[in-house]
């Protein structure tokens, strides 16, 4: 029996041809996105770490401290055989167009002396050795536009320029991690500018970040340093910086997997639902083939094992197939993701294991309610020239449905307060998804609601409208579980993009309650964790016309509370700065930073925090302070989360000015009085508060771009699974559409009638999308946002664009089934059985 199950289907080749495409679809998401990490981790895994220190000390904030003497000091130390000073300071490189180059580097660091050993790997030209001379990294100048030999502008502190020759251009070795802005631990920048010690000592600073020591034995050397420098220098072994450095490089491989692969399975999930809804087709197709076999004695279990040996041969087949398209759409999305960057392309065996085992496993799972219910055809059935759907199952799809939505308005309704806790933000994100599944089983349910009374409304229309809504009403079951993959695509493109308009829509709100119109803001033209200096603050302060100004420094900070410990971005400022050059709109309490500090609504509601509870505030490896919440404001998650009082902060801190703030009688004069002082300063950006509406409206939105791009690629695949549906469905009524030809039909109606059906399919998956995804956003926007459930943003023009898209694709999907639909042969269909 089973030979005789795996024949027939051999011998549709259509239908077979249409379960592989299924198949091969969701793999080739998979593997491709699989391969795409394992490019990215193989880069990241190979690049070069430094071997040749053997002890390093480095100075134990962000300011460096080591002098001359220092090193002098631990050169002598017993066992080194070499000390060397690393600088780093203030430095980029100023474009041809007079803009500042955009670096990965923070420009605070992205300055170095040139030294010796195996921390550069010169690329081209030679070392820079003395003033005007300068070595820059490869990858830098290339986007700056610059060779060996051509004359670069490097911007340094306080807006000086150095005009010095490229003589060189570097690769870079790590001794430790990357540098973070914000973290007092080991770290060790990539520098983009490197000049001769002599000339880094003159235009970086002379003292040292780190000294780097040489030696045979690192660990006596480290025990005799770790006896003669003071506790807070960070002595350190290069085999520990070097492990460090390994374990970042595989945490980021392990964040860019937690990144990409939710996208694939958000991919698979689609074809999953274009696979199983294939199979429930070809099962369909072949009930009185199935009753035939029962009737001359096969038994069930038999049939159901006939049916998972088919899909078990299928996803193999699949699977090859997927794997092959997968591994061949690798190059172009990295060369999307990764357009500057040169990737090692790695295919791992896994990768390709990883392909059919899903392909075997998703197979077998998505045919497996279609094998039970082949086995359960009872062999009367081979008289019927129809599927019917059992009435139990419906009922209990439909109770299983109503129950899931009951659950999921119940767990919503229950979290609705905005100041609810995170783990009640959890629970309301859990009811959501509890409300998608209940959608998904009812789909069926609401398309024969939908999709029956709209063919009786449309009965006088033209043939092709009224036979095209008739045959997607006439299954709804089928009609449903093609709809489905549109359904869960569009559903989460909406809820992302429902997201994203209340965010931008936020930040818009209270970007204008927090910041006066009158006050001018500038912020380094580096963007990223770059920042300022207290040289800009002075000189904004010094400027005729100006009579208000304070310096925001934001940073990152361990923050213990009375519920625990967390991470949280803050704002050091002066507290003139609330009331004048900003406005935060309080909701309780005061803005008087010299009494506590100020917390925004929605970081106290997430934290549990009240009026005059103490917080706990770690700026750096020395400092911490304890402070009362004295002032409760409104805010988004784009801003700092909490303003302290600037003098409270350690030097080091106090000298990161991340935003200037700066206003004066007459608001013109003193912004004209600005750009006039810092007209030649391409390292410094100049705005109001529309410029910081836009600036974080348009970083929300690049943030949400990649999201939109991989669940388009779902959307895709989603269409390509109305082909397959409407393919199977052309081969299953080979037989009416010859009848429905002899009697007179001509080949365009046939095709106008295919067009109308995919269209009726299509858009019942997108608006059912759309339906779900705007309510799913709504909940996701209260629980990120703390917002009521009701104040979220309609993300109208993406569900406009989206609507118009899927009409697009439906008619782009029939071509091919409405084109064979068309050219059936009217005698052989007739004779067909």
């Known amino acids: 029996m089973l030979r005789t199950m795996l024949r027939d289907l051999l011998a549709h080749r259509a239908r077979l041809a249409m379960a592989l495409f299924a198949i091969a679809l969701?793999?080739?998401?998979?593997?491709?996105?699989?391969?795409?990490?394992?490019?990215?981790?193989?880069?990241?895994?190979?690049?070069?770490?430094?071997?040749?220190?053997?002890?390093?000390?480095?100075?134990?904030?962000?300011?460096?401290?080591?002098?001359?003497?220092?090193?002098?000091?631990?050169?002598?130390?017993?066992?080194?055989?070499?000390?060397?000073?690393?600088?780093?300071?203030?430095?980029?490189?100023?474009?041809?167009?007079?803009?500042?180059?955009?670096?990965?580097?923070?420009?605070?660091?992205?300055?170095?002396?040139?030294?010796?050993?195996?921390?550069?790997?010169?690329?081209?030209?030679?070392?820079?050795?003395?003033?005007?001379?300068?070595?820059?990294?490869?990858?830098?100048?290339?986007?700056?536009?610059?060779?060996?030999?051509?004359?670069?502008?490097?911007?340094?502190?306080?807006?000086?320029?150095?005009?010095?020759?490229?003589?060189?251009?570097?690769?870079?070795?790590?001794?430790?991690?990357?540098?973070?802005?914000?973290?007092?631990?080991?770290?060790?920048?990539?520098?983009?500018?490197?000049?001769?010690?002599?000339?880094?000592?003159?235009?970086?600073?002379?003292?040292?970040?780190?000294?780097?020591?040489?030696?045979?034995?690192?660990?006596?050397?480290?025990?005799?340093?770790?006896?003669?420098?003071?506790?807070?220098?960070?002595?350190?072994?290069?085999?520990?910086?070097?492990?460090?450095?390994?374990?970042?490089?595989?945490?980021?491989?392990?964040?860019?997997?937690?990144?990409?692969?939710?996208?694939?399975?958000?991919?698979?999930?689609?074809?999953?639902?274009?696979?199983?809804?294939?199979?429930?087709?070809?099962?369909?197709?072949?009930?009185?083939?199935?009753?035939?076999?029962?009737?001359?004695?096969?038994?069930?279990?038999?049939?159901?094992?006939?049916?998972?040996?088919?899909?078990?041969?299928?996803?193999?087949?699949?699977?090859?197939?997927g794997t092959l398209a997968g591994v061949a759409i690798a190059p172009p999305l990295l060369s999307a993701l990764r357009p500057d960057d040169e990737v090692a392309f790695t295919v791992s065996p896994f990768a390709v294991l990883l392909g059919y085992a899903v392909a075997v496993l998703v197979t077998v799972l998505a045919a497996n309610g279609s094998a039970r219910r082949a086995a359960a055809v009872p062999p009367v059935a081979a008289l019927r020239l129809d599927a019917v759907v059992p009435r139990g199952v419906k009922r209990s799809r439909n109770f299983l449905g109503l129950g899931c939505l009951l659950v999921a308005a119940g767990l919503i309704a229950a979290t609705a307060d905005p100041s609810s806790s995170n783990a009640a933000r959890i629970i309301a994100l859990v009811g959501a998804v509890i409300g998608v599944i209940g959608v998904i089983v009812l789909a069926p349910q609401l398309a024969e609601l939908v999709l029956r009374p709209l063919a009786r409304t449309f009965a006088r229309s033209g043939p092709a409208t009224r036979l095209g809504l008739r045959n997607a009403a006439g299954d709804p079951r089928r009609t449903a579980g093609t709809a489905t993959a549109i359904t869960i695509g569009l559903a989460l493109v909406c809820s992302f993009a429902t997201i994203s308009s209340t965010f931008a829509t936020l930040i818009a709100s209270t970007t204008r309650a927090n910041l006066p119109d009158r006050t001018t803001v500038l912020q380094s033209a580096a963007g990223g964790e770059s920042a300022l200096s207290p040289a800009e603050l002075r000189k904004a302060a010094g400027l005729p016309g100006v009579t208000e100004v304070a310096g925001s420094r934001d940073v990152l900070i361990k923050l213990a509370y009375p519920g625990g410990e967390t991470v949280r971005r803050i704002s050091a400022i002066e507290p003139a700065a609330l009331g004048t050059v900003l406005t935060p709109k309080l909701i309780a309490g005061s803005t008087d930073l010299s009494r506590g500090v100020v917390v925004s609504q929605n970081q106290a509601d997430m934290l549990g925090l009240r009026m005059n509870d103490e917080v706990t505030l770690e700026l750096d490896a020395k400092t911490s302070v304890t402070q009362r919440v004295v002032g409760v404001y409104d805010a988004t998650e784009l801003g700092a989360s909490l303003f302290l009082d600037v003098g409270l902060a350690p030097e080091s801190l106090r000298k990161q000015v991340t935003t200037v703030y700066a206003a004066g009688p007459d608001p013109a004069a003193a912004r004209q009085s600005i750009e006039d002082a810092f007209h030649d300063r391409p390292d410094v950006t100049i705005g109001d508060r529309e410029s910081m509406v836009r600036e974080g409206v348009d970083q929300q939105a690049f943030a949400f771009a990649l999201m939109y791009a991989m669940f388009g690629v779902a959307i895709v695949i989603a269409v390509f699974g109305v082909v397959n549906t409407l393919m199977l469905s052309v081969a299953e009524r080979t037989r009416e559409i010859g009848v429905f030809r002899a009697v007179g039909a001509t080949r365009l109606l046939v095709r106008r009638t295919i067009r109308v059906e995919s269209a009726v399919v299509s858009i019942f998956g997108a608006l059912l999308g759309v339906l779900v995804g705007v309510p799913v956003g709504a909940v996701m926007q209260h629980a990120m946002f703390g917002q009521r459930l009701w104040d979220f943003t309609m993300p109208t023009e993406v569900i406009a664009a989206s609507l118009v898209a899927i009409a697009i694709c439906a008619v782009l999907a029939a071509m091919w089934p409405a084109r064979r639909a068309a050219r059936t042969d009217v005698l052989t269909a007739i004779a067909t059985e």
């Open 26 to 321: 969701g793999v080739a998401a998979t593997v491709g996105s699989w391969v795409v990490t394992d490019s990215i981790a193989a880069t990241l895994a190979a690049r070069e770490i430094r071997h040749d220190v053997g002890v390093s000390v480095q100075s134990p904030s962000k300011e460096p401290v080591l002098a001359t003497a220092d090193r002098d000091r631990l050169a002598a130390v017993p066992g080194v055989a070499r000390a060397e000073g690393v600088i780093v300071g203030r430095a980029g490189i100023v474009g041809r167009d007079g803009k500042l180059v955009q670096t990965g580097t923070v420009l605070d660091r992205a300055g170095t002396n040139w030294s010796g050993g195996e921390r550069f790997e010169l690329v081209a030209g030679r070392p820079p050795a003395g003033p005007g001379q300068v070595a820059l990294n490869a990858s830098e100048a290339r986007t700056a536009g610059l060779a060996v030999g051509d004359t670069g502008r490097i911007l340094l502190s306080e807006g000086k320029v150095d005009e010095a020759e490229v003589t060189g251009l570097f690769g870079y070795r790590q001794l430790g991690p990357e540098s973070i802005v914000d973290s007092n631990d080991p770290s060790d920048a990539v520098p983009v500018v490197a000049y001769d010690p002599a000339t880094a000592a003159s235009l970086l600073g002379d003292r040292f970040h780190r000294i780097e020591l040489t030696g045979a034995d690192p660990g006596a050397i480290e025990n005799a340093v770790r006896a003669l420098v003071p506790d807070d220098l960070h002595v350190t072994t290069g085999r520990a910086l070097a492990d460090a450095l390994a374990e970042q490089s595989a945490a980021d491989v392990q964040d860019l997997r937690v990144t990409m692969l939710p996208f694939a399975a958000v991919v698979l999930l689609v074809g999953m639902f274009v696979i199983a809804n294939t199979f429930a087709v070809l099962v369909t197709q072949r009930t009185r083939q199935f009753a035939l076999l029962r009737a001359v004695g096969a038994r069930k279990r038999q049939v159901r094992v006939g049916i998972a040996a088919e899909a078990v041969a299928l996803g193999v087949a699949g699977g090859t197939i």
